[in-house]
């Protein structure tokens, strides 16, 4: 079993930056693909970005976050992050990351974290 611990969330106002990580512990970090979720009170949740494991070569990112958000992996800190620019206040959403899956399926994805509140203000 892979354990999640998520942090950096917090309140920003419109146009600010955030940054996510995502630690990692349990089985072998970088053989994990690691996608970040969110959910909006009321809401399902909905895919944000996903990087591949090992190298991290390949990202996929949600239309909506495409060119404001960047995932990236440390394997040496088995951490991933996610930078987040110019958001928006319909980012705010409890933000979670998974482990063991690829893409926007959410069901692929075998162990989640906790989440963390992220507030965007207008």
């Known amino acids: 079993q892979v354990q999640l611990v998520v942090s950096g969330g917090g309140l920003v106002q419109a146009g600010g930056s955030l940054r996510l990580s995502c630690a990692v512990s349990g089985r072998t970090f970088s053989s994990h693909g690691i996608g970040w979720v969110r959910q909006d ?58 482990a063991g899956g690829w893409g926007e399926n959410l069901s692929a994805y075998d162990d989640w974290g906790q989440g963390t509140q992220v507030t965007v203000s207008s």
């Open 41 to 98: 009170p009321g809401k399902e949740r909905e895919f944000v970005a996903t990087i591949s494991s090992w190298s991290g070569t390949r990202t996929y990112y949600a239309d909506s976050v495409k060119g404001r958000f960047t995932i990236s992996r440390d394997n040496a800190k088995n951490t991933v992050y996610l930078q987040m620019h110019s958001l928006k206040p319909e980012d705010t959403a409890v933000y979670y990351c998974a």
